[in-house]
């Protein structure tokens, strides 16, 4: 397990917070794997209200602290790149590798954006044009709008042999269901959105499928990429409210025809 001191913490330094609870010593905590916690098995925001309160109460041990130039917006994206962090430091990609990406909503984009640190080659896939365009700030190689072209020709003519990796990040059934299309045989496959659906494995000889969906430990590293203005969170955010017009914001986030990609909500 990760070993952190925030027994310095001041009152006044601002930071960002785990979704986990707090830390603890069962199984899956001393592994590193806190999402799978056995004994705090609810995360804020998700499972339990809070996310919305101008002020929480929190265990000192959920806080990372985040330096002065990080900006308050950037800080509250912290926990996608955490995300994208984790699904990189599992996949282990080779310099090269083609890393399709399924999805380039807020997660997706980040994917996308640490897939380019990692030195592979992204073929991004979306269905808004706007949330391509990002992508190709971003620096992907290939785009493929899946309104217009099949998904599974089109890597297949940029690959040849198919992708090295392929991440789900759409939160769609039937993008699931395509990931052993896209695959190389003995490529790797991170379902990140979705993890329902009937898969073929027998079209993905050897490949290695894996599902995670939360990162409660590399906030750390996540905190540092932006504070190195490694990965870029501002360009992500589409639409800002206040905090007295949450349930705008909520509705917002959900109407793809608003064309969000990320919906702040500030003080
Ligand atoms: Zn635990």
């Given at each position: 397990m990760r070993n952190i001191?925030?027994?310095?913490?001041?009152?006044?330094v601002k930071t960002v917070r785990f979704l986990a609870e707090r830390w603890c010593k069962c199984y899956f905590c001393q592994r590193g794997l806190q999402t799978y916690c056995e004994r705090y098995s609810w995360f804020m925001g998700?499972?339990?209200?809070?996310?919305?309160?101008e002020t929480v109460a929190m265990h000192r041990a959920s806080l990372i602290p985040v330096p002065d130039g990080v900006s308050d917006l950037e800080a509250a994206v912290i926990e996608p790149i955490a995300l994208a962090v984790r699904v990189f430091d599992l996949l282990k990609p080779a310099v090269c590798d083609w890393v399709t990406v399924i999805g380039q909503g807020p997660i997706g984009l980040l994917i996308t954006q640490v897939a380019k640190l990692k030195g592979c080659r992204v073929v991004a896939a979306d269905m808004w044009s706007n949330r391509l365009d990002l992508a190709r700030k971003f620096g992907a190689d290939e785009i493929v709008n899946v309104q217009g072209e099949k998904l599974d020709r089109k890597v297949g003519e940029i690959t040849k042999h198919g992708s090295d990796i392929v991440v789900e990040a759409s939160g769609s059934v039937s993008a699931v269901q395509q990931t052993p299309r896209l695959v190389r045989k003995a490529g790797k496959v991170a379902l990140l959105g979705e993890f329902e659906g009937r898969v073929d494995?027998?079209?993905?000889?050897?490949a290695l499928f894996f599902a995670t969906y939360l990162s409660p430990i590399e906030y750390p590293t996540a905190v540092k990429l932006v504070a190195e203005k490694l990965?870029?969170?501002?360009?992500?955010?589409?639409h800002r409210f206040r905090i007295s017009d949450f349930e705008n914001a909520l509705r917002t986030a959900s109407n793809l025809n608003e064309k969000p990609v990320k919906v702040i909500v500030t003080a």
């Amino acid at each position: 397990m990760r070993n952190i001191n925030l027994a310095a913490i001041h009152p006044t330094v601002k930071t960002v917070r785990f979704l986990a609870e707090r830390w603890c010593k069962c199984y899956f905590c001393q592994r590193g794997l806190q999402t799978y916690c056995e004994r705090y098995s609810w995360f804020m925001g998700i499972d339990k209200d809070g996310f919305f309160a101008e002020t929480v109460a929190m265990h000192r041990a959920s806080l990372i602290p985040v330096p002065d130039g990080v900006s308050d917006l950037e800080a509250a994206v912290i926990e996608p790149i955490a995300l994208a962090v984790r699904v990189f430091d599992l996949l282990k990609p080779a310099v090269c590798d083609w890393v399709t990406v399924i999805g380039q909503g807020p997660i997706g984009l980040l994917i996308t954006q640490v897939a380019k640190l990692k030195g592979c080659r992204v073929v991004a896939a979306d269905m808004w044009s706007n949330r391509l365009d990002l992508a190709r700030k971003f620096g992907a190689d290939e785009i493929v709008n899946v309104q217009g072209e099949k998904l599974d020709r089109k890597v297949g003519e940029i690959t040849k042999h198919g992708s090295d990796i392929v991440v789900e990040a759409s939160g769609s059934v039937s993008a699931v269901q395509q990931t052993p299309r896209l695959v190389r045989k003995a490529g790797k496959v991170a379902l990140l959105g979705e993890f329902e659906g009937r898969v073929d494995f027998g079209r993905a000889g050897d490949a290695l499928f894996f599902a995670t969906y939360l990162s409660p430990i590399e906030y750390p590293t996540a905190v540092k990429l932006v504070a190195e203005k490694l990965v870029d969170v501002k360009s992500l955010v589409t639409h800002r409210f206040r905090i007295s017009d949450f349930e705008n914001a909520l509705r917002t986030a959900s109407n793809l025809n608003e064309k969000p990609v990320k919906v702040i909500v500030t003080a």
